[in-house]
């Protein structure tokens, strides 16, 4: 009789779990089935769809998205001849504007009908992978990121210049000491491991300063934070936005690495406010006094909001400088004869006073943009939720809740904007290639239509 329950209560939990998991598909099913109602009743109008059908719009469209953009925003802007079109994601559509009326019109208008912070949550789940962080009231302007990077960076530069070298030769002399030794005393490292490594013992230096850049455990632990909230990022996209607020914050608390990082940040904050409070002298120059200098607001202000805020300026610093350092070496190492006149104009610009260093750099500049132009590191651009239904100068309808941004990719290779735009040309930005001493026409931090790596002109960054 014994056996006879024990094999019972046994067929029972397999059932059981077979119950469960056919609950679980149905579920996935019925989301399916209403993302699909959803974002056909959401959609467009006036602008062309490009992509799959929404039947398949949560899954299909963003797996092929994730795994092709570039080629099928290519195919949409082909096809849409400088019109809006959108393609279906996961619960709304991504309306691509490329005219540079139509980009005028998306950077006039408001964040509260256009919001770039509201597609940024979205996308980066910015409240549970930076730590808490979240845009609003506290910071409606972006007062405090704007005035460390524009104003109290800039004004440090000058003295932060010969520990940053000493960091960039620490990296190279260790990146080549662990390389893999080859012929003719080459050795053979990864790129994006180099670009990567170089990235963050520099950012570690300029946002957190000598204390925590010269602890090891620190800076790999802040590495882990960066590749773990990328990850935790990416999957959230392909599960229902209501799994958001358990999801995101498990795999960051499975990871280990953000709570770290804040035990770390949260002790050198609280050291940094007590030494200005105490009036002492020889406060660091580095992003947390910046960012403590900066905020003014008393919600702006706790040791939690200036560590949320450090977070966030630092996830930003080490996202898309080591992929753009990465292809820059690529190019150089297709491109090796233009070695030579990078190099000789920065020995030139060393030779002259140190209050002119780094100031006419035309030659590195227009590489350094042709290279972000040839491979930019995001698809994307400009990039704002709808947060009420918004029509443009043209006619086009964009219902509340999809996503507006510019395919900057596709723009950037567009011949009617740039000469053989297929062929990476580094001294393109040049204003005049027959005196390499000019200046140059564009530099690599310029504003300019057609370029949109530092978003539009009006908001940069944004």
Do not use: G, I, N, W
């Given at each position: 009789m014994l056996t006879d329950i024990v094999w019972d209560l046994g067929a029972s939990a397999v059932n059981l779990r077979w119950y469960v998991f056919g609950a679980l598909i149905a579920t996935a099913i019925c989301q399916d089935v209403f993302n699909a109602a959803y974002l056909f009743w959401n959609r467009p109008r006036g602008i062309r769809i490009v992509g799959p059908s929404i039947l398949f719009g949560k899954w299909w469209s963003s797996l092929r998205f994730i795994i092709g953009a570039p080629q099928l925003i290519e195919k949409g802007y082909k096809q849409s001849n400088s019109a809006p079109f959108a393609i279906p994601a996961r619960e709304s559509y991504l309306v691509f504007v490329t005219s540079e009326e139509h980009v005028r019109e998306v950077e006039n208008s408001p964040q509260d009908r256009l919001s770039f912070h509201k597609a940024m949550e979205d996308r980066l789940k910015l409240k549970h992978t930076f730590n808490g962080f979240e845009t609003g009231p506290v910071d409606p302007h972006d007062s405090v990121p704007i005035r460390v990077l524009k104003t109290l960076l800039r004004m440090d530069i000058p003295q932060l210049r010969p520990k940053l070298q000493e960091r960039i030769e620490e990296t190279f002399d260790s990146c080549i000491s662990h390389g893999k030794p080859i012929l003719d005393g080459w050795t053979r490292i990864s790129a994006f491991h180099f670009a990567e490594e170089l990235s963050l013992r520099v950012n570690c230096r300029v946002i957190f300063g000598d204390n925590l850049a010269n602890n090891e455990d620190f800076v790999q632990v802040a590495q882990k934070y960066h590749r773990q909230a990328v990850v935790a990022m990416l999957t959230s996209h392909y599960l229902p936005n209501w799994t958001d607020e358990y999801a995101v914050p498990g795999m960051m608390a499975l990871g280990g690495a953000m709570k770290k990082v804040d035990n770390f940040l949260t002790a050198e904050v609280k050291r940094r406010l007590q030494d200005m409070q105490d009036g002492k002298k020889n406060i660091p120059r580095d992003g947390i006094t910046w960012v403590i200098e900066a905020s003014t607001g008393e919600k702006q202000q706790t040791v939690k909001r200036l560590v949320q805020q450090i977070f966030a300026i630092f996830f930003a610093s080490a996202?898309?400088?080591?992929?753009?350092?990465?292809?820059?070496?690529?190019?150089?190492?297709?491109?090796?004869?233009?070695?030579?006149?990078?190099?000789?104009?920065?020995?030139?610009?060393?030779?002259?006073?140190?209050?002119?260093?780094?100031?006419?750099?035309?030659?590195?500049?227009?590489?350094?943009?042709?290279?972000?132009?040839?491979?930019?590191?995001?698809?994307?651009?400009?990039?704002?939720?709808?947060?009420r239904d918004f029509t443009f100068s043209d006619g086009s309808?964009?219902?509340a809740g999809n996503v507006i941004c510019v395919p900057q990719q596709a723009v950037m290779r567009d011949a009617r904007y740039y000469d053989r735009p297929n062929e990476f040309l580094p001294f393109r930005f040049v204003a005049n290639q027959e005196e390499i001493d000019d200046v140059a026409n564009q530099k690599f931090t310029d504003l300019k239509p057609h370029f949109y790596l530092w978003g539009a002109a009006k908001n940069p960054w944004q």
């Open positions: 996202h898309q400088l080591p992929v753009l350092l990465m292809f820059a070496m690529y190019r150089l190492c297709e491109h090796p004869q233009y070695m030579s006149p990078l190099t000789k104009e920065v020995e030139d610009m060393l030779r002259l006073p140190e209050a002119d260093h780094y100031k006419h750099l035309p030659l590195l500049e227009s590489f350094l943009r042709e290279a972000a132009r040839y491979d930019p590191l995001d698809s994307l651009s400009v990039q704002r939720k709808v947060l309808y964009v219902p």
